[in-house]
C-alpha cells in the first residue's frame, strides 16, 4: 500500500485553470472519492495522478516518490475508465493477462493471476467470450479484474459505474468497495454521483470550478458542511438567511436564536464568522404537524425528533416555522413534503410511511437545535 500526495496542482489550457491550485493527501489503503458537478476538475486530477495529463504547476507523490515527470507506465498506477476500454479482439482472459504480460510474466504466471482476479469478480466462467458477448456488469467487472490483475499500488477510477442501469449500479457499489478494500490498494475515484460517494467513500473531496470545496468523511461532509455549495450538491437541503439574536434556554446547553424571514429557528452549532449567516435543514430533519393541532402526532423523517413540538423539548418559544403543503410526492418507501413559508420560499421535508396531509394543509414545521446547521459566506 501506499500513500498519494498532492502538492499545489494546478492546470491550466490557455487562461482557464481546470485545477487551480489543489493540495490534498489520500492515505495507503484509502477508497478516495473526487466528488462535483460536470467541468469542476476532478477528472482532469485524475489523469494528473496517473500521468495522462502534465501539471501546468504543483508536484504529485506516491509515498516519498515524486512521480510529477515521471511517465504513465512508469508509476505502476492502474486505472478502470467510464467506457471500460477493453480490447474487443481479445478474450476475457486475454484482456486480463495482458498487464502481468507486459511486466515479463510467463504463460503459466499470468494464467494464475488471470484465474485469480476472474474468481475475484466472478468472472471466471466467462474467460473465453470476447467484450462483445457481455452486459456493461460484466464488462465492468472484467475491466476491474484487469486493474487489480497489474498488481499496482494505486488503482484510479473514472466514473466506471456511470454507464450502467440504475439497479446494477446500486449493486455494483458495495461490490466494487468490498474487491478494492480485500486488495489493500489506494484507490481515488471520480464520480459526480452523490449516492455513490456517500456509499462508498471513506473519504471524500467535493470539488468545484477547479478548487477543493471540502475534504471529509461521508458523514462529515453531510451532517456538518462548509457552505451552501456542498450542502446543495451532496443531498438535498433546505435554506434560509439568518441573523443571531441571543441565547435562550435549552436541555443541551444555550442554543442560538435565529430569525429568519419565514420565523424563527434556534441552532446548536457554532456559528461561522462573518457578516452573513444562513440556515441549512435537511428534509428527513424535518417534523411536519397540522397547525391546528399541534398534539397530533408527528409526521416526520426517520432521523427527526418527534417528542412534541420544540417549544415542549426546549423550554423556549419557539414554536417553529408556519407553511403550507403545495404538493405530495410518492417515493415508494417514503414521500416528500413541499412546502410554502411564510415568506414564500420553498421547503422540502420527506417522512417514511404513507402521506398524512393533503395539499394547501396548514402545517408547523419544526426542527431540532441539533439539526440546524449554520453556514457562512
Partial sequence: MIDITLQNLIKRYGSVAAVDDVSLSVAAGEFFFLLGPSGCGKT?????????????????????????????????????????????????????EFGP???????????????????????????????????????????????????????????????????LR?????????????TGVT?????????????????????????????????????????????????????LDARAAGRVPHRDGQPLRLETSAGVLVSLREAPKGPKLMCCVRPERIVVRPRQTNAATPTAGPGASSAGSIAATTGTPFEGLQATILATTYLGHMHQYTCRLADGTTWRATALGAATLGDNAPVTLTVDPADVILLGE
Avoid: C
Fill in 44 to 96: 482532469t486530477l485524475l489523469r494528473m495522478i496517473a500521468g495522462l495529463v502534465e501539471p501546468t504547476a504543483g508536484r504529485v507523490k506516491f509515498g516519498d516518490r515524486d512521480v510529477t515527470d515521471l511517465a504513465i507506465e512508469q508509476r505502476g498506477t492502474a486505472m478502470v475508465f467510464q467506457n471500460y476500454a477493453l480490447w474487443p479482439h481479445m478474450t476475457v482472459r486475454d484482456n486480463v
Fill in 187 to 239: 484507490a481515488v475515484y471520480v464520480t459526480h454521483d452523490q449516492a455513490e460517494a456517500l456509499s462508498m467513500a471513506d473519504r471524500i473531496a467535493v470539488m468545484n470550478v477547479g478548487r477543493v470545496a471540502q475534504i471529509g468523511t461521508p458523514r462529515e461532509l453531510y451532517d456538518s458542511p462548509a457552505s451552501r455549495f456542498v450542502a446543495d450538491f451532496l443531498g438535498e437541503a433546505n435554506f
Fill in 101 to 167: 504480460k507486459m511486466q515479463g510474466k510467463s504463460g503459466l504466471e499470468r494464467r494464475d493471476v488471470a484465474t485469480r482476479q476472474l474468481q475475484r469478480v466472478e468472472m471466471h466462467s466467462l474467460a473465453d467470450r470476447k467484450p462483445s458477448q457481455l452486459s456493461g456488469g460484466q464488462q465492468q467487472r472484467v475491466a476491474l479484474a484487469r486493474a487489480l490483475a497489474a498488481r499496482s499500488n494505486v488503482l484510479l477510477l473514472d466514473e466506471p459505474l456511470s454507464n450502467l442501469d440504475a439497479r
Fill in 170 to 182: 446500486q449493486h455494483m457499489r458495495g461490490e466494487l468497495r468490498r474487491l478494492v478494500k480485500d
